[in-house]
């Protein structure tokens, strides 16, 4: 299997990279931030990190440096693949670079406009410009996967406000964009898909609760969804899981939560649970119910 996840320096990206990489795949990891050099988001994790990673974990681990908004750097990567590869079995489009650029619940008037308009530039223009430049690696055998990586499935965001206009177009795009691919794709027999992980616990989100992974529900967090939260991990294994099988056109044009794809496919956490976070926010806290959160786990 010859993979590629755009935006795999950190968080759901690296946790893609590595189940796809537990699979016995050779997976270009694409980011901005290398040892030598940090993306504007300014985060210690880097694209090296992540191919080091893949290997450990059993598959083949390539580190390039992209912007993909550059056009030009995406067709120089779409013809290294081709060089060294021949082909592309799987694309995910998993770039965000954006939380630096949003604010919470706050209208148009008074979100900065230079930020908004640059957040939907990372969030859905690199996802369209890498899909231009690497689907006709794709297209060349039946089989071919894509997965747009989104926050919240099409069913949930279509009835809720997400934060505000920017975010909420980008989130709402992404979903629409995997339907997108899997009315282009269906020809050549490929699958398009859009996944949203739950509430992640990525080293940026630990980071923020000034916590690690070994005591994460110590975490200080007014919401009880975080004790349903997830690794990257968890998602990445449902993504592998739909690359690995034979019948994924099932998927295609649909859009679902890690969780989904942990029940479809009999997968867990990497602590051996099976978080249910959209079902626990919907089923409890909007319903304004007292459960407990392990009961969704």
């Given at each position: 299997m ?6 795999s ?5 690296r946790?893609?990279a590595?189940a ?7 997976v ?14 300014n ?13 450990a974990?059993?598959?083949?681990g390539i580190?390039v440096?992209?912007d ?6 995406v067709a ?18 998993d770039?965000w ?9 706050t ?10 308009l640059?957040?939907?530039?990372l969030a859905?223009d690199?996802?369209?410009i890498?899909?231009?430049h ?19 499935t ?5 009835t809720?406000?997400?934060?505000n ?7 709402m ?18 699958t ?5 992980p739950?509430?992640l616990?990525?080293?940026a989100m ?13 975490a ?16 990445g ?7 690995a ?5 099932r998927?295609s044009?649909?859009s679902v ?5 942990a ?18 926010i ?16």
């Amino acid at each position: 299997m010859i993979a590629l996840v755009a935006g795999s320096t950190r968080g759901t990206g690296r946790g893609i990279a590595v189940a796809l990489g537990a699979a016995g795949a050779t997976v270009y990891c694409t980011g901005r931030s290398t040892r030598e050099r940090r993306s504007e988001m300014n985060r210690p994790e880097t694209i090296e990190e992540t191919a080091e990673l893949v290997t450990a974990a059993g598959g083949t681990g390539i580190a390039v440096q992209v912007d993909h908004l550059e056009p030009a750097q995406v067709a120089a990567l779409a013809e290294r693949v081709d060089r060294e590869q021949g082909r592309l079995d799987v694309l995910v489009n998993d770039v965000w670079g954006s939380d630096h650029l949003w604010e919470w619940d706050t209208p148009v008037w008074k979100h900065d406009m230079d930020k908004g308009l640059r957040l939907l530039r990372l969030a859905v223009d690199t996802h369209i410009i890498s899909s231009g430049h690497l689907l006709p690696l794709l297209i060349r055998n039946e089989g071919g996967l894509v997965v747009e990586v989104t926050d919240g499935t099409w069913a949930f965001n279509e009835t809720r406000y997400r934060q505000n206009v920017y975010y909420d177009l980008a989130k709402m795009s992404v979903n629409r964009l995997a339907f997108a691919w899997s009315k282009e794709l269906h020809p050549y027999g490929g699958t398009a898909v859009a996944v949203t992980p739950g509430f992640l616990r990525s080293e940026a989100m630990l980071d923020n609760f000034g916590v690690t992974e070994d005591t994460w529900r110590e975490a200080k967090v007014p919401h009880k969804s975080w004790l349903v939260s997830e690794t990257p991990a968890y998602v990445g294994r449902g993504i592998a899981a739909i690359a690995a099988d034979p019948d994924k056109q099932r998927w295609s044009g649909k859009s679902v939560d890690s969780g989904q794809l942990a029940e479809a496919y009999g997968l867990t956490d990497v602590d051996g649970s099976r978080p249910q976070v959209w079902r626990f926010i919907t089923e409890v806290e909007e319903a304004g119910k007292d459960a407990d959160p392990d009961d969704y786990r």
